[in-house]
Every structure is written in C-alpha cells, then in structure tokens.
C-alpha cells in the first residue's frame, strides 16, 4: 500500500450532500478537493430513494474511482464521501470509510469520521465483552456500533447516546435512508461545515475549498457539540450535550487545511500571512539579502515575512509537484529519500546570498537539515531558518498522527540544539501568544477558540487511554521542565 513520506501527515475529508441529482458526481468532485486531507483510500455511499449503496478502495480518489461505471453505479439525491488519513488502526481496506451498518433496528446507515478517539479502546473492550465483533480495526465503527446496539427507537436518540460515549475529536456525517446527519465533538477540533447551492441542494463538509469547488455558497460552520439533521423537510439543529469548549486545532490553520479555505471565519492563507508577519517582528533577521519558502505549505508565512521585514522574497526552492511514493511504512531514510525527491534549488536565488528561510514547522528536522545543506551546497552565504509556528513538542491525540513526543525534535532539544541538528546559522520561532494573535480571537473562553497544545501541552481535555501513556512520556522527556502545565 504506497504511503507518502510525509513529516506531517493530514486527516480525513468528508463530503456530503443532499437533495442533488448528480449527487454522487459532486461528491467526487468535493471529495477531489479535498485529497490534501487524506491519500490512502477513498468512498462515496450514494442513497437512492433510501437504498444505500456504497464504492471503495485503496489509493487517491482518481484511482479508486478510474473507470466510470463506479459513479454510474452510484445513483440518487444524495451521497457521503471520504478520503482517509489513518491515525487509528491498519491501512487496510476494512478501514477505508464510508462505513456501513444496521444492527438490532435493522436500520442501514453510512458513517463517515474525521479525527480520532481517545477513548477508543475502552469502548471497544466494553464492546467486544458484550458479544460484538468489529469488521475493521480503526475508531471509527466505534459510534456506529454503539448506535447500532442502543435499544432507543429512535436514530437521533441513539445517535445521541452514542456521541455521549465517545470522547476526542471528531466530526462526522451519516447518511440513513432519509437523512443526512453531521455532528461534531465538544471542542470543535475540526472544521466542519455547511453549504448551500443555488438548486436547493445542501452540502455538509470537511473545508470550504470543497464548498467553492462544487459551487456552493458557505453558510455556517458546525458548532461543536452540535447535531445537523438535513432531509426533505429542510435543516435541523440539535445539540447532544451543551458541555462545549472550541479549541479548534491550531494545526489546521498552520499546515493541514488547503490555503482557499476559511475556518470559523478565518482565511487560512490570511492567518498564514499573518504568521509570518509576527514572526518577522519576533525574530527579524537583520542584514539577510532575500527569505525563501520551502514550498508548498509555507509560501504565505514567507511571503508575509518579507512584506513586514522589507527583505525581498524568491523563490529559491522547487517542489516536483509528481510526488514520489514509498511502498512501505516511512522510515527516517526513505523520508530523506522523499525529501531529496520533491525539492530542488534554483542556484542562482541562492548563490552568494544571506538566506531566511521560512517554513511552517520543524517535526523530525528532516526537511530543514536536508533543506540547508542543499542550500549551502549551492553557494549560500548563510541560511537563517525562521519557523512560522511554535516549537511542536507535544503529541496530538485529536487526529494528527504525532502520538508519541519521542519522534519531535523539539521535545529533545532547545532550540539552540535543534539549531545544531538542522546546521543553520540561526533559527527562530514564533512564540504560541504570536499564533494566537495571527489566527485571531474565535472564543472567549480560556482557549482563544484554539487548542495550541502540541506547542504548550494544554490539553482542552483528558486523554483517556492515552493518558497514563502520555504522562509518562512528559516525566520521561521533561516535556513540561521550565512550562506552566
Ligand atoms: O521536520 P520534518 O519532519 O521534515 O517535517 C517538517 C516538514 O513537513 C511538512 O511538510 P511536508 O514535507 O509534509 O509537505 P508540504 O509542506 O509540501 O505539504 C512541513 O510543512 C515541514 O516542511
Ligand atoms: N485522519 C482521520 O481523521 C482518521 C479517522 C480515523 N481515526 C481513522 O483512522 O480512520
Ligand atoms: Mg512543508
């Protein structure tokens, strides 16, 4: 199964949409922009007049879907997608969503989930004791066999319960025969939002860039600890508990959500911008000639280095937009390998000059270290690297696969050490206060609206089964030595 050798790897997308006579085709399409999300299996359910029938499969969405007669069997006025990102269980096929069920009420539905749960396991024991047996190996057929074998008889009430039951992030979309139904956890870690087309349909996605790709207009986001009921007598708001607190995941506006798109209000290309403009004013770098990004995710931050601190910006890097694959689980050398496979210098930029080079995050100092080296092989006179977000030290149990703090550079060492393992002539971070102003206010709560934990290890809530686990790891790398816990 090929994985891409990426440092940070991104989550799940979901699309859904309802009321659409072509509904599995815009599901495609939404699904398409948001591949950024997730590259290791796609599906679409589609339900015709309360019939769901579902397509999937290993691999990007153009290869799971490459012949036409797989969107030609996907017939009806609504549809359910996603493309996955695993941060819980195999690579499998079994785990590939959307899901399906029917359980004790002989009720089918389809379930589609971003993000990852923290009590998992727990639930899964409880589960397993009580006489069910699990089809995949991930978090995600959790909720559906707890709605499935809740004795309410109603699905919303069922649904309810079960939201209840689970903790961590996640948002998610079901599709029963008459009803297309989002929810999203108590702290609103992903976005999740709300569309509407000018033919009456209604669409339920994972970012806004999927919106405007299928011609939507953006109405609201999903308010955590919110339940969405669209079906043919229009939309509905429930709530399954008021006990909320938005901590959106600071990392979606830093690196994982598609540029084009708005979280919450927020452009993310703005805030990216914004990033590097703060970042500039904390740790300028006198007499440098010219900042460079290290393409892709890092072109606003650098770009808005350069407008605040004066100092031209070029490009002096080049990403091979075909990118390389690995056919097996990364390791630290095939993902120098990658790295040395996706970027390139464009030695004239460089030559002779006093480098800032901009990027969005340190995670294994891979990319840097390789990134300076190439620069000072080709002639830099100094490469000053200025990172356009806090250190990342602590692991994210909400749905990016950092789990352990033991594979971040920035949880072994200060940063004048990390300085020495990437050989740059200086480097800089912006501080969490710096991110917090760049994204802007969201909430009033003590979050701003922001979960910044991977950075300061402020947890917006218990970790569960990752607790005991989690606790040991900070007392063993001192992760919060000279930090307010
Ligand atoms: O310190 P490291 O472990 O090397 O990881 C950090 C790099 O990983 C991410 O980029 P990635 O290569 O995933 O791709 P992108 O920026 O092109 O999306 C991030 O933007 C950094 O550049
Ligand atoms: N990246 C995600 O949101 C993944 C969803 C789910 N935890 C899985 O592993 O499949
Ligand atoms: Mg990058």
């Known amino acids: 199964m090929p994985i891409e050798a990426k440092s940070l790897n991104e989550e799940c997308g979901l699309f859904g949409i309802w009321n659409q006579k072509h509904a599995a085709y815009l599901t495609y399409d939404g699904l398409h922009a948001l591949q950024h999300r997730g590259q290791e299996g796609a599906g679409i359910v589609a339900n015709q007049n309360g019939h769901l029938k579902r397509h999937k499969g290993l691999g990007l969405l153009t290869h799971v879907f490459n012949k036409p007669e797989y969107l ?48 998992a396991k727990t639930l899964r024991k409880q ?43 996640f948002a998610f979309i079901l599709m029963t025969p008459d009803s297309m139904i989002a929810a999203l956890d108590p702290n609103g870690f992903r976005p999740l939002v709300i569309g509407k087309r000018d033919d009456g349909s209604t669409i339920i996605c994972s970012e806004t860039c999927a919106l405007d790709q299928v011609h939507a207009k953006y109405v609201r986001d999903v308010e955590p600890g919110e339940i969405v009921i669209v079906n043919d007598d229009g939309i509905k708001s429930e709530k399954f508990t008021d006990n909320t607190e938005l901590s959106v995941c600071s990392m979606e506006y830093i690196y994982f959500s598609r540029p084009d798109s708005v979280i919450r209000g927020v452009s993310v290309s703005r805030a990216r911008h914004r990033m590097g403009q703060i970042l500039a004013k904390e740790q300028p770098t006198p007499n440098a000639d010219v900042v460079m990004a290290v393409p892709n995710s890092s072109f606003e931050a650098a770009i808005g280095y350069s407008t605040a601190s004066g100092i031209p910006f070029d490009m ?14 990364p390791t630290q050398s095939e993902r120098e390998h990658g790295v040395r496979m996706k970027l390139s210098v464009v030695r004239p930029a460089v030559e002779g000059k006093n480098i800032v080079l901009v990027d969005d995050s340190i995670v294994r100092g891979t990319t840097s270290k390789y990134i300076v080296r190439l620069l000072k092989a080709n002639g830099a006179k100094s490469v000053n690297v200025r990172i356009a977000s806090p ?13 352990t703090a033991d594979e971040l550079i920035g949880a072994h060492y200060s940063v004048d050490g990390i300085r020495k393992q990437i ?61 307010k816990a």
């Not at 017939?75 to 493309?83: N, R």
């Not at 959790?142 to 039951?165: A, H, T, V, Y």
């Not at 300061?456 to 000279?482: H, I, R, S, V």
């Open 72 to 119: 030609e069997s996907l017939p009806g006025k609504a549809a359910l997608g996603h493309v996955r990102y695993s941060t819980a269980g195999s690579h499998g096929i079994e785990n590939i969503q959307p899901m399906m069920f029917t359980g004790i009420h002989a009720y089918p539905f389809a379930l589609a989930h971003n993000g990852n749960l923290t009590n």
């Open 127 to 169: 589960l397993t004791d009580d006489g069910q047996t699990f089809k995949a190996s991930s978090d995600s057929e959790i909720l559906g066999k707890l709605i499935e074998n809740n004795p309410k008889p109603n699905f919303i009430d069922r649904l309810k319960d079960s939201l209840n039951q689970i903790r961590g992030g």
């Open 316 to 329: 002096g890097l080049v990403k091979n937009q075909y990118v390389a694959r690995t056919f097996i689980e």
């Open 391 to 403: 250190v990342l030290k602590f692991p994210c149990f909400y749905g990016i696969d950092i789990r």
């Open 423 to 483: 050989e740059s002539d200086s480097l800089g971070y912006l501080s969490v206060n710096g991110l917090t102003k760049a994204i802007g206010h969201l909430s009033n709560n003590q979050y701003n609206g922001l979960c910044t934990a991977y950075f300061d290890g402020n947890y917006p809530t218990k970790l569960y089964d990752y607790q005991k686990e989690f606790d040991e790891e900070a007392k063993d790398l001192g992760l919060y030595k000279g930090m």
